[in-house]
């Protein structure tokens, strides 16, 4: 009796192994359903706790990395009012880059505004799930020029009961070289994808052949989305891929590491960021300061612009990171410096070396840059004050303690354009993605708002309104064009 129990679970495998292959080759179902309400709730509430229970921080995040990179990470799973229509969460960045020829304007628009910050994926080896995960952007990096094997271990630290994270990681790295190659992998596996989704739209064989495999796939799809209860799917752009640059621990040149970078790697970016702000590298935030800041943003942008004769004219937008540690007048120095300069943008804020009275765990006191809930206060307020001194003029990425919908709508309203998570993955799971972007939708209807544009300053009055009234002129002169057309 027990033999036949044993060949008949064996054979049940075995022939559900069979179906489920032949399903994910011939229709990508099992991939749909990593986008189900229990591919989520397994990914969030048993498999991310169970990691933190076993695993040390820096092997759980390794473990994640390489699960990710496998595709058993879950997938976006859509919510009503983006696929409706009803509510839009991209944004554009758009301005006007000063080359040796002259100038043009550069656009970039971001599918989503909730994007992954640099550290999670530092090799860039994991992009493409990532993007799966509903990123509307995915930064890799830092990527230093040579390899690196960063600070002594441990070096990464859980603050379970202040829902936060101590690193001391120092820009370990693979080194440019290696980066590219991963990036070179990426674009192919891109490319693949498109030619895949191409041939499916064509379709091949003979049309009767193509009618009973579509209908086979119709009945597949139902039976499967009933199992899974499957969300409603609607096709999104692909997000955009960020390249965040750091310096070598032992490099006594203040801004050759970072030309090296853009030169290695500017052409696969579709932003990138000059790091100047992180608390593990000596000597890393005197970069911060108003001469070497100067020095090294201008040598970046003349960098970055000799890219449009070597990468088909594409200029990637230039950002800079900067640190949350600062002073008021810090910020107000570096908004001026950034306008005068020429970037394109601001990441605020990297982690903080600062230690909040209110944090509760024993892991506190270790040394390192302070990421996650603790720092979102902080990190708020230097969006604000940096959008007052750029009167909004200056395209901002906020980062700091993203948690919820709540969270990424304050930023907005602070002054981001768009903002990154990354420590709540640790404790939330890869499922919060598309929670956050559920509850933005949900938040932004509820206050009357369509799009992240017409959230992006809110609380800053006078501005948002002479932004808002010169949208409207512009709409209107190109309305006329049209019509004179």
């Known amino acids: 009796m027990l033999r036949q129990l044993r060949n008949t679970a064996i054979k049940t495998a075995v022939t ?49 990395i390489y699960s990710v990179q496998k595709g058993f990470a879950p997938r976006f799973r859509p919510n009503k009012l983006e696929i409706s229509s009803r509510i839009d969460l991209s944004s554009t960045l758009t301005a006007f880059t000063t080359t040796g020829n002259g100038g043009r304007n550069v656009s970039l628009t971001f ?110 799809k139902g039976a499967f989305a009933a199992l899974f209860s499957l969300p409603s799917s609607s096709s999104q752009p692909r997000s955009l891929l960020g390249v965040n640059l750091g310096k070598n621990k032992t490099s006594t040149e203040e801004t050759k590491d970072y030309e090296v970078g853009i030169q290695k790697l500017g052409q696969y970016a579709d932003y990138l960021v000059i790091n100047v702000s992180s608390p593990n590298t000596p000597g890393l935030r005197d970069l911060q300061k108003n001469e070497p800041l100067k020095r090294l943003l201008n040598a970046a942008i003349r960098e970055r612009n000799a890219l449009s004769v070597t990468n088909n004219n594409k200029i990637p937008p230039l950002f800079v990171k900067i640190s949350p540690d600062i002073t008021d007048d810090d910020i107000k120095n570096i908004a001026t410096i950034a306008i005068q300069c020429g970037i394109d943008g601001i990441l605020v804020t990297n982690t903080t070396n600062q230690r909040p009275h209110t944090l509760l765990s024993a892991n506190s006191k270790e040394t390192g840059g302070l990421s996650g809930s603790p720092l979102r206060i902080r990190s708020t307020e230097c969006i ?72 992006v300053g809110l609380d800053h009055e006078v501005i948002y309104w002479e932004k808002r009234m010169e949208r409207t002129r512009q709409m209107r002169l190109k309305e006329n064009v049209i019509i004179e057309e």
């Open 16 to 64: 559900g192994c069979v179906v489920v292959g032949t399903v994910e080759i011939t229709t990508r179902l099992p991939s749909e359903g990593r986008s189900s309400q229990l591919y989520h709730t397994l990914s969030d509430e048993v498999v991310t706790p169970m990691m933190r229970r076993l695993l040390d921080p820096e092997d759980a995040h390794n473990l994640a």
């Open 384 to 455: 604000r004050k940096l959008y007052h001194y750029t009167k909004g003029n200056l395209f901002i990425v906020g980062i700091g303690g993203v948690g919820s919908g709540r969270d990424a709508y304050e930023k907005l309203k602070a002054g981001a354009s768009v903002v990154q998570i990354y420590t709540q993955m640790v404790y939330n799971g890869p499922g919060v993605v598309s929670r956050i972007r559920a509850e933005l939708a949900e938040i932004m209807v509820e206050n009357g708002h369509k799009s992240v544009e017409d959230v």
């Open 111 to 220: 599918p989503s505004c909730i994007g992954l910050a640099a550290g999670f994926d530092k090799d860039g080896v994991a992009i493409q799930n990532l993007m799966h995960l509903g990123f509307g952007f995915v930064e890799i990096g830092s990527v230093t020029p040579k390899p690196q094997p960063g600070n002594p271990k441990p070096r990464s630290f859980r603050l379970v009961e202040d829902q936060a994270v101590i690193n001391r990681f120092g820009f370990n790295s693979v080194g440019m070289h290696q980066v590219e190659q991963n990036l070179m992998e990426f674009y192919s596996k891109i490319e693949k994808e498109d030619k895949h989704d191409e041939v499916d739209k064509r379709g091949n064989g003979s049309s009767f052949i193509n009618e009973s495999l579509h209908l086979v796939m119709g009945v597949l």
